[in-house]
C-alpha cells in the first residue's frame, strides 16, 4: 500500500527530565513549548522576555540578564506610552523609569533562573531584523514606530554564530553542563514575501546546522516537522500561518519521542488523566457516584505527589470532598 505522507521520525536522544529546570526563547513557537512543558509540570520559565524573532535579538536579551543591563538608547514614547525596543510590547509603562523598574525586575528573575539552569531552548523566526537609523542598533521590536526611521536587512550565518558564541561562553561560565537545544519556527513570516522568508529561514537553518555541527548545541526539526510531515492546510489555523491545535500536538508529541523516557510518558500520562477529571462539572457535587470520583481522583494524585507538584490539585479535590461524622 503506498504512503501518501512523509513522516519524520524523531529518534530518542538525551533524556529531559522532570527535575530538568527549562528556559524557552524566541519566537511564538517558544511561548506554546513552554506553556506545554509547564502543563506537565516541568520546571520552565516560558519565553520570559515576550516574544521575540531575530537570533540576535534573542541572544542580547540573554545577555543583558546575565548582566542586568539596560541599553538607555533604546527607550522609545508613543502616544503617552513608554517601550523598549529589545524588548516585546507587553512591556509598557506611562515612564520611563516605571518601565525601566520593569524590565529590571523580569531581568534579576531570568537571572536567578539562569543559575539554576539545565536546558535551554531558542526558538528562532526571523533572519530580517531592523536597525535604528541613528544608531546603528539594532531592534527587537519597532513598537509602531515609523518604518523611514529603520533599515531592514537579512542577518548573515555568520553574525549568528558570533552572537551566539558570545552568550554561549556566558552561559557555561555560569553552568558548564548547559544543555542547548535549538528550534525554527514553523511560522511563516509573510509580510516578507514567501521568497524572502524561505531565504529567512535557510539563513537560521544553515546558523542551527553550524552551532551543532561545533557541538555547541542539539536541533529539534519543529520546522521540518511542520513544512515536510504536516504538509497539509488542514494543519493550519484559518490564517494559514500558525499551526493549529493538532499540529501543536503533534510537535509536542514528536518533541516528546524524543527527549522523554518511558517512564516519564507514563507519568504525563497520570497527569494528563487526571487534568481531564479535574475539569469536570458535575451536577451534584454530593452524589455518592461524584463523591467517590473525587476519591478516586486524590488517590491517583496522591500516587504521583512525590514525583509532580500537585500540591495545588490535591487541595482542590479535599476541598471537595464531603466527611461524614
Known amino acids: 500500500m503506498n504512503s501518501f505522507r512523509t513522516e519524520i521520525n524523531c529518534l530518542p536522544g538525551k533524556p529531559i527530565g522532570l527535575d530538568n529546570k527549562i528556559l524557552t526563547a524566541g519566537s ?59 524588548w516585546h510590547s507587553q512591556f509598557v509603562a506611562s515612564s520611563k523609569d516605571e518601565l525601566a523598574t520593569a524590565l529590571q525586575q523580569t531581568q534579576k528573575q531570568v537571572r536567578a533562573f539562569l543559575n539554576e539552569l539545565d536546558i535551554l531552548i531558542l526558538t528562532y523566526g526571523t533572519a530580517w531584523v531592523y536597525e535604528l537609523k541613528s544608531s546603528g542598533r539594532l531592534v527587537a521590536n519597532c513598537h509602531k514606530v515609523p518604518g523611514t526611521q529603520f533599515n531592514k536587512r537579512l542577518l548573515s550565518v555568520q553574525e549568528i554564530v558570533q552572537s551566539f ?25 509573510i509580510k516578507d514575501t514567501f521568497e524572502l522568508n524561505n531565504v529567512s529561514k535557510s539563513v537560521l537553518r544553515l546558523a542551527c546546522h553550524e552551532l551543532q555541527q561545533k557541538d555547541l548545541a542539539e536541533y529539534f526539526p519543529a520546522y521540518e516537522i511542520m513544512m515536510d510531515d ?23 508529541r514528536k518533541f516528546s519521542d524524543r527527549y522523554f523516557t518511558a517512564d516519564t510518558l507514563k507519568l504525563i500520562h497520570t497527569l494528563n488523566e487526571i487534568q481531564k477529571a479535574l475539569v ?16 478516586d481522583t486524590l488517590r491517583k494524585l496522591e500516587s504521583v505527589q512525590h514525583q509532580l507538584p500537585v500540591a495545588a490539585e490535591i487541595e482542590q479535590v479535599r476541598a471537595q470532598l464531603i466527611h461524614h461524622a
Not at 166 to 183: N, S
Open 28 to 86: 511564538c513557537f517558544a511561548d506554546q513549548l513552554g506553556q506545554w512543558l509547564a502543563s506537565n509540570k516541568f520546571t520552565v520559565s516560558g519565553n520570559p522576555f515576550g516574544t521575540t524573532y531575530n537570533p540576535v535579538s534573542i541572544h542580547n536579551l540573554l545577555l543583558d540578564a546575565l548582566s542586568e543591563t539596560l541599553d538607555p538608547n533604546l527607550f522609545t514614547e508613543r502616544a503617552g506610552l513608554w517601550f523598549h525596543h529589545a
Open 165 to 189: 558564541s558570545t552568550l554561549i561562553q556566558k552561559l557555561k561560565a555560569l553552568r558548564p553542563g548547559l544543555r542547548i537545544i535549538f528550534t525554527v519556527s514553523p511560522v511563516r513570516h
Open 280 to 295: 469536570h462539572k458535575p451536577f451534584q457535587i454530593a452524589s455518592a457516584a461524584h463523591q467517590h470520583f473525587l476519591k
Open 230 to 252: 504536516l504538509r497539509d492546510y488542514r494543519f493550519y489555523e484559518r490564517d494559514m500561518i500558525h499551526p493549529s491545535a493538532e499540529a501543536r500536538d503533534y510537535i509536542s
